[in-house]
């Protein structure tokens, strides 16, 4: 799912003829909008469409895997089960500390915290889809970026790292923990953090797609998505 920053002289009706979906699927995404004729310049919106959690994969195509569904196994939000995160370098800043700090949250309840990461989080992107706004507000409160480069979208916030000169882009062999992974999924996009190897399976940290309503929680788990990018900070 992508964002659009609302600039002066747009309406609802407009912007949805743009995107090519519609008022009431855009004030769907956007539950902070109560009426319809009523936007505010300056405030991003949530455009539906490709979204920025991941789906399962599609019958038929092996080329994914299935994200975990429970709190057990390897994408168990009970810690890092054994992951190892010191064989590619101490991650830069605290973001992977702080990450980890958040395992087994909620996402939705996690961005109505007043302070830390949830202060950083913006409260109105769905629960199904705070990967980018997760990753963005620990960036933050690592002091890696700043408010103005966070974005809820995953081609987003990866088109602002790669305009960071503090930021390059590495391969995952040379990942180490708290590097912000980009990936394409069947569905759209996800991001989450580089969290260490694991039998020699990368291990990611984010705000995943576990919960059986299909809302998402702070776990650690292997995936095996097709990477679009992989931002480093050079601190």
Same mark, same amino acid.
């Given at each position: 799912?992508?964002?659009?920053?609302?600039?002066?002289?747009?309406? &609802?009706?407009?912007?949805?003829?743009?995107?090519?979906?519609?008022?009431?699927? &855009?004030?769907?995404?956007?539950?902070?909008?109560?009426?319809?004729?009523?936007?505010?310049?300056?405030?991003?919106?949530?455009?539906?469409?490709?979204?920025?959690?991941? $789906?399962?994969?599609?019958?038929?195509?092996?080329?994914?895997?299935?994200?975990?569904?429970?709190?057990?196994?390897?994408?168990?939000?009970?810690?890092?089960?054994?992951? =190892?995160? *010191?064989? *590619?370098?101490?991650?830069?800043?605290? #973001?992977? $500390?702080? #990450?980890?700090?958040?395992?087994?949250?909620?996402?939705?309840? &996690?961005?109505?915290?007043?302070?830390?990461?949830?202060? =950083?989080?913006?409260?109105?992107?769905?629960?199904?889809?705070?990967?980018?706004?997760?990753?963005? #507000?620990?960036?933050?409160?690592?002091?890696?970026?700043?408010?103005?480069?966070?974005?809820?979208?995953?081609?987003?916030?990866?088109?602002?790292?790669?305009?960071?000169?503090?930021?390059?882009?590495?391969? &995952?062999? $040379?990942?180490?923990?708290? =590097?912000?992974?980009?990936?394409?999924?069947?569905?759209?996009?996800?991001?989450?953090?580089?969290?260490?190897?694991?039998?020699?399976?990368?291990?990611?940290?984010?705000?995943?797609?576990?919960?059986? $309503?299909? *809302?998402?929680?702070?776990?650690?788990?292997?995936?095996?998505?097709?990477?679009? #990018?992989?931002?480093?900070?050079?601190?």
């Amino acid at each position: 799912m992508s964002s659009y920053r609302i600039k002066s002289g747009d309406t &609802l009706s407009g912007i949805a003829q743009r995107y090519g979906t519609s008022v009431s699927a &855009l004030m769907k995404a956007n539950p902070q909008i109560k009426n319809a004729d009523l936007i505010y310049a300056g405030k991003s919106l949530n455009i539906p469409g490709a979204k920025d959690g991941f $789906d399962g994969p599609k019958k038929g195509n092996n080329n994914y895997t299935n994200p975990p569904q429970n709190a057990g196994g390897t994408g168990g939000t009970g810690g890092t089960g054994g992951v =190892d995160t *010191s064989g *590619s370098g101490a991650p830069t800043g605290d #973001a992977f $500390d702080i #990450a980890k700090s958040h395992l087994g949250k909620n996402a939705g309840s &996690l961005k109505l915290e007043k302070n830390g990461v949830g202060s =950083d989080m913006e409260d109105w992107v769905p629960n199904n889809v705070n990967c980018a706004n997760f990753v963005s #507000a620990c960036l933050e409160q690592a002091g890696l970026i700043t408010n103005a480069q966070h974005d809820n979208s995953v081609m987003g916030l990866m088109a602002k790292l790669d305009k960071d000169p503090d930021f390059k882009r590495v391969d &995952l062999k $040379d990942a180490k923990p708290g =590097d912000v992974v980009s990936m394409k999924t069947p569905g759209g996009q996800h991001v989450v953090m580089f969290a260490g190897w694991k039998d020699g399976k990368p291990q990611f940290i984010g705000s995943n797609n576990v919960n059986a $309503d299909g *809302s998402q929680k702070v776990t650690i788990s292997s995936m095996n998505y097709p990477i679009m #990018a992989v931002h480093q900070h050079r601190g």
